[in-house]
């Protein structure tokens, strides 16, 4: 079973308290980004992996799918998505990513938002969600950027010109890493982005689409410590597609 630490009180205490959990997708900094990869939903089965508080499953029913499914492992997520009016459209699910078992030819538009990095058995996964679409279907997602899951410690140093740069950790070898964010021994799952883009094509999807993000000029005036992120994209966003 995948590491299930959004159940985890202390950390869970700490994690709706972060802007993206307070304010939803506005408070996503990648989200309009990530938008853009999503085709129209109109009339479409829309599919969120990792669904946490629901703020994509709403959006998707406002931006027209007919049908959403919510899957997400921990308790507290789901309850928190509850607390929202009910859509009768919407569908809430408990399940471990990692043994997820999905319909054939069920769904039109797979997402997953800063979930799959936490996953071991990735390319399993992939392989279901492929199934699971229907021809012409896309999958779109986003994880923590490998060289955010490559450090083991993720402090500034300095360079021998003074500049601050991040310290990465073996990049090439991947596996496990641990990491204590809002609580200690977080496991993610540290893989580059060749490994990702190969899980997928490997599967049979066809790649779309691909953007290391980091914040543009507006946000960061907005946002002044985002600037660093320039140096290090935070995120990496991808769009495959299901051609037959």
């Not at 980004?33 to 499953?57: E, H, Y």
Request: hydrophobic residues 40%; proline residues 7%.
């Amino acid at each position: 079973m995948a590491q299930n630490i959004y159940d985890d009180p202390d950390f869970f205490k700490e994690y709706i308290l972060l802007p993206r959990q307070v304010r939803g997708l506005d408070g996503a900094p990648e989200w309009d980004d990530l938008r853009a990869m999503i085709p129209d939903l109109n009339g479409s089965k829309f599919l969120d992996l990792g669904c946490g508080f629901g703020w994509t499953c709403r959006w998707a029913r406002e931006a027209g799918a007919k049908a959403v499914h919510g899957i997400d492992l921990s308790q507290n997520m789901l309850s928190k998505a509850k607390e929202f009016p009910e859509d009768p459209a919407i569908t809430y699910q408990q399940a471990d990513l990692e043994s997820l078992r999905l319909s054939p030819l069920t769904f039109d538009v797979v997402f997953s938002s800063l979930a799959l990095h936490y996953l071991v058995k990735l390319p399993e996964l992939v392989a279901e969600v492929y199934k699971s679409l229907n021809p012409g279907g896309a999958f779109v997602f986003n994880v923590e950027h490998p060289t955010w899951t490559a450090p083991r410690n993720p402090k500034f140093i300095l360079d021998s010109e003074g500049r601050n740069v991040w310290p990465l950790d073996s990049y090439l070898s991947e596996g496990p890493r641990v990491t204590n964010w809002l609580a200690e021994g977080v496991v993610k799952q540290h893989r580059t982005i060749s490994t990702y883009l190969t899980i997928f094509l490997k599967a049979g999807f066809v790649l779309a689409a691909i953007d290391e993000w980091g914040p543009t000029v507006e946000q960061i005036k907005e946002f002044p410590d985002w600037s660093k992120t320039r140096d290090r994209p935070p995120f990496l966003l991808v769009k495959v597609i299901k051609t037959s």
